[in-house]
């Protein structure tokens, strides 16, 4: 039953990655598409976008600010009717009867109005502007960083892709000499030359290479997946990559941490806004000039406009005292200034330390690499020579089984060490990016 089990899921998942086309899929195609349409992409362009916005609401610093509006009245307060009357420049001598004025009947106003505000000095809202422009650096910053990040998620990605297809290659060459290997046995076990154990031995190597295939297959369809959702295109494709291969080393061991990567100088233009927020709430203790006007039409009739006046002035106020408010304002935006250097100086420490290590397993990676190819030789070797004596009947079956498992084994770290050493030349280059927006 087990076997059986073992069997369906090869299958099916052979014939589900056979069943679709593949698609030649290059590292720079993959890195292209994933910059026009990734999703995580997107939305950083759209928060940057956002930032552009809410600077350009601090044009109200220097533009005027017009409202048009049209209200209906109707009161019977001695006061109100009054006025009304005033404004509708209306009033007769049978207005100032004692008797109308104390109780007069309902009275009716239809008032135009066309509102004008004009900002002359505010020394605080320049400041709220200069800070919002630097508001459009720190996102044009991440957004920068956002991308560098994609682009190492799509080389890890590729990198992973490539991996899973060259353990599917070596466990399929591995079924391949198994399944030689299971003839051979099942020919001498049938004239007596070995036990029946041996074959179940092989017969036993050949279902767990199956099974490991089946897995393999799988992570060649899942690896597509999450590079398709890297691309923002749709699942279910799955990718024919270059063969993995070991790239070019690019690690310097004096390397240090650039201070002008896009995390940092974003985080260095918060610092800055929030600098420029501090001198805003200063400057709200400065007078604030601006001029106003308006322009009136009134009428007792609905839509009338038999009445027209203007008022015109400037005002300049000044708040002397608010409570406090604007002094803690200030403290407050200092120790957010305070806070963000601090995250920027422990960012940078940490990125360090991260860099220091990567540079280490670089090296260690390519060790392992080197050691790897060496072992797949060697392996390589001992699988043929021991494959020729067991033909002959030299050599015991389980021997044979262990040299062709460390052989897979073998080919399978030699790709690992590829995938780790390529993943951390992406990393590297991650963690040294200095390139400007």
Do not use: C
């Amino acid at each position: 039953m087990k076997r059986f089990l073992v069997l369906f899921i090869f299958f099916f998942s052979f014939f589900l990655i056979n069943g679709q086309d593949f698609v030649s899929l290059s590292l720079q195609s993959a890195l292209t598409t994933s910059l026009e349409n990734n999703k995580e992409l997107l939305i950083a362009n759209m928060d940057e976008q956002s930032a552009a916005a809410r600077y350009k609401q601090t044009h109200a610093a220097f533009l005027p600010q017009i409202k048009l509006s049209y209200t209906a009245l109707s009161t019977n307060n001695p006061l109100n009717a009054f006025g009304f009357k005033l404004q509708q420049q209306s009033i007769t001598a049978l207005d100032f009867n004692p008797e109308l004025l104390n109780a007069p009947s309902a009275t009716e106003n239809y008032v135009a109005k066309a509102e004008w505000l004009q900002p002359i000095i505010n020394m605080d809202m320049l400041y709220m502007r200069r800070a919002a422009n630097h508001q459009i650096d720190v996102y044009a910053f991440k957004t920068k960083r956002t991308r560098e990040y994609l682009a190492l998620e799509v080389e890890k990605a590729y990198a992973q892709l490539q991996l899973a297809h060259q353990a599917n290659t070596v466990l399929d060459e591995a079924l391949r000499t198994i399944k030689a290997i299971e003839t051979t046995t099942s020919n001498r076990f049938e004239k007596g030359f070995i036990q029946k154990s041996d074959l179940l031995n092989v017969q036993v190597q050949v279902a767990t290479i199956e099974s490991q295939l089946a897995e393999a297959k799988s992570n060649v369809l899942n690896a597509s997946d999450y590079l398709s959702l890297l691309m923002g295109m749709e699942t279910g494709v799955v990718y024919q990559v270059d063969l993995i291969e070991r790239v070019d080393p690019v690690v310097n061991e004096d390397s240090r941490v650039p201070t002008n990567r896009a995390d940092f100088r974003a985080m260095q233009s918060a610092v800055e806004a929030q600098e420029i927020m501090m001198g805003s709430s200063k400057m709200s203790y400065l007078p604030k000039l601006n001029a106003f006007g308006e322009y009136l039409l009134n009428d007792n009739d609905a839509l009338g406009f038999g009445s027209d006046s203007y008022l015109i002035g400037a005002q300049l106020s000044w708040s002397l005292f608010n409570g406090m408010a604007t002094r803690n304002k200030v403290v407050e935006h200092r120790i957010e200034r305070d806070k963000m250097i601090t995250q920027l100086d422990y960012q940078k420490e940490q990125s360090q330390i991260e860099l220091n290590k990567t540079i280490r397993d670089i090296g260690n990676a390519r060790f392992s690499l080197q050691q790897s190819e060496l072992a797949v030789e060697q392996a390589s070797e001992a699988l043929r020579i021991l494959q020729n004596r067991y033909e002959q009947g030299l050599v015991d079956t389980n021997d044979l089984l262990q040299s062709q498992t460390q052989l897979s084994k073998q080919k399978l770290s030699k790709a690992q060490a590829i995938f780790q050493f390529n993943v951390l030349q992406a990393y590297l280059q991650f963690l040294t990016s200095t390139s400007e927006i």
